[in-house]
């Protein structure tokens, strides 16, 4: 036998016998198929490219992960973009056969390959491979001393919702843009896609409306007795940056307008939108306001096209939502104003509901279908299923399951949020020392995180549930550093709820694998320990 063939047989012998590699089990969210290989491939001073038939911003995205990745591994990268791929180093084609938001890798000796139909899908190829990295990687140092090789393995993943939220409430506290945008990257770094943005409350509005400029002018500043003023919001310049850095991440950012309860900023700043039609005041109290907008008067019809009309140019995104939650009806029951559209539309009470009621879904439903004629479809608080749930609404399930079956069963869409378990704003342990800025309403903690169950939600319902939000109220979060306590890891159990299809999910897995925290102390984010 000549040199060359023997060399050829040991070299195969010994790809044979390597072991197999332990399986990257502290991958968030964890894969829904991963089978791990033999070998390793150095990433160090690896070509990388990219498919030309792939979007630019795809392209753009691959670039910035090789430049990254050649800085912190101290050997640098280059990147070609082509139409005929090299059969080494780190490729990323496209692939019409993988599932939208989807995304295969194959690691082998000779390189990575990685194939993706769409351009969060590559995202998430590429957050999946810093996971697979040295923790440098989510680092700004160079650390040419850290183990730069990847394991060899193929993963076929793509999520299991198409809806994968977190709410951030920023009328209760203000975050200015540079919060927002940290908080987007610790989504993306989970594989979320959807911020819901509650922008209006009682306390607060935070987003300049050019038609009512009083809304930010009177509405957004809160005065205390003592002299002291809390305020903040928006400027529409500032919500297109949001939402265009939301957009590079791979996420929609749907506004909240919250109506027509928790509407008292807005009636501190135009009072005669209310019933009474004065003395209101941008409210300090939490809780639930009976300050409501009046549902009689055609001006607050105009009021909320205009407004509505003005969130439509500043979001792009599919969904609006409008609300709907906690509205007294107390004002509406004395209402002149509210009677008599009650009369003209002859509403009539039954067992389960008052007249009131259906006038709240008449103004829904009214709402609704302005945004439908520009194209959108709203999404409301689970309320709306009281009276007549509006045409195509999308129901947040947000007090139990029960909402979800519901609208389900009627044949509506619906996201799980369940406050229970995806309340952020409630206390993740008993330990008072660290727990410092949660609701006690018995500790949501990350096992009754991950461990949601859609109980109740045959797969009949199933289908109509389109993905899983976690909400983060901020009443008591006066922070950043507040809020990056609540949100993590929980954010972490979270993802694996809204990723992993059914079986994937694995609490004894995650919980002893979990490896998430390196990444936040890196990354400077505060966690919960
Ligand atoms: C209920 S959930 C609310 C919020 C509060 C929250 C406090 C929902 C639709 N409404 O207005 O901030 O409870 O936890």
């Known amino acids: 036998m000549s040199r060359l063939l023997v060399l050829l047989l040991l070299t195969f012998l010994c790809g044979c016998a390597a072991e197999p590699n332990p399986l990257p089990l502290g991958l968030v969210p964890y894969p829904n198929h991963i089978e791990t290989g033999a070998g390793r491939y150095d990433i160090r001073g690896a070509k990388f490219s990219v498919d030309e038939d792939l979007e630019e911003r795809s392209h753009a995205a691959v670039r910035e992960f090789a430049a990254h990745v050649g800085f912190v591994s101290g050997c640098g990268s280059r990147v070609t973009v082509s139409g005929k791929l090299p059969s080494r180093g780190v490729r990323f084609v496209g692939d019409t056969t993988v599932r939208k ?25 590429i957050q999946t491979l810093k996971q697979l ?16 090789s990847l394991p060899g393995l193929k993963i076929d993943d793509a999520p299991r919702f198409g809806y994968r939220g977190m709410h951030l409430d920023v009328a209760r506290h203000f975050f200015p843009v540079e919060e927002v945008k940290r908080y987007l990257d610790i989504m993306h770094l989970h594989k979320l896609n959807t911020l819901h943005w509650h922008l209006t409350d009682d306390q607060g509005w935070r987003v300049e409306i050019g038609r009512y400029p009083r809304l930010v002018e009177v509405g957004s500043v809160r005065k205390y007795p003592d002299g002291t003023t809390y305020r903040g919001h928006y400027t529409r310049d500032e919500i297109r940056e949001v939402v265009d850095y939301a957009a590079r991440l791979g996420i929609d950012v749907i506004p909240e307008i919250d109506l027509p309860g928790h509407m008292q900023a807005a009636l501190a700043a135009y009072p005669e939108l209310g019933c009474r039609g004065h003395g209101y005041e941008v409210w300090t109290g939490w809780g ?14 105009d009021f909320l096209e205009g407004v509505l009309t003005e969130i439509m140019e500043l979001f792009p995104s599919k969904y609006i939502h409008i609300g709907g939650d906690e509205c007294p009806k107390v004002r509406w029951q004395h209402c002149p104003h509210c009677q008599a559209r009650i009369a003209e539309l002859g509403l009539k009470g039954d067992k389960e ?17 302005f945004l439908a004629g520009h194209g959108r479809r709203i999404i ?30 009627m044949g509506h869409d619906a996201i799980m949020t369940p406050h229970l378990n995806f309340y952020f704003n409630y206390v993740q342990s008993d330990d008072k020392s660290t727990e410092l800025w949660g609701v006690d309403s018995g500790p949501t903690t990350l096992e009754k995180v991950y461990n949601y169950d859609f109980k109740g939600l045959t797969d009949e319902y199933m289908e109509h549930v389109i993905g899983v939000q976690a909400n983060m109220w901020t009443e008591f979060i006066p922070s950043a550093w507040a809020l990056e306590h609540l949100l993590l890891p929980r954010l972490a159990a979270l993802s694996e709820v809204q990723w992993c299809m059914p079986g994937v999910r694995d ?10 925290n390196g990444i936040y102390d890196t990354m400077g984010y505060n966690h919960a320990k």
């Open 101 to 125: 938001e989807g995304y295969r890798i194959t690691i082998g000796r000779r390189g990575v390959e990685v194939a993706v139909t769409d351009y969060r899908g590559l995202l998430y190829s």
């Open 133 to 148: 990295l040295p923790v440098e990687i989510y680092g700004d140092k160079a650390a040419p001393e850290a183990d730069w």
């Open 288 to 301: 639930v306001s009976d300050e409501v907008l009046c549902a009689g008067k055609e001006s607050t019809f």
């Open 353 to 369: 509901y008052s007249k009131e009621h259906y006038l709240q879904s008449y103004v829904m439903s009214r709402v609704g279908k």
């Open 380 to 409: 409301g608080w689970d309320e709306i299923l009281e009276g007549e749930v509006p045409e195509n609404a999308v129901v947040m399930s947000w007090r139990s399951n029960y909402g979800g079956i519901l609208a389900a069963w």
């Open 507 to 516: 609490w004894e897995r995650f919980s002893t694998s979990f490896r998430m």
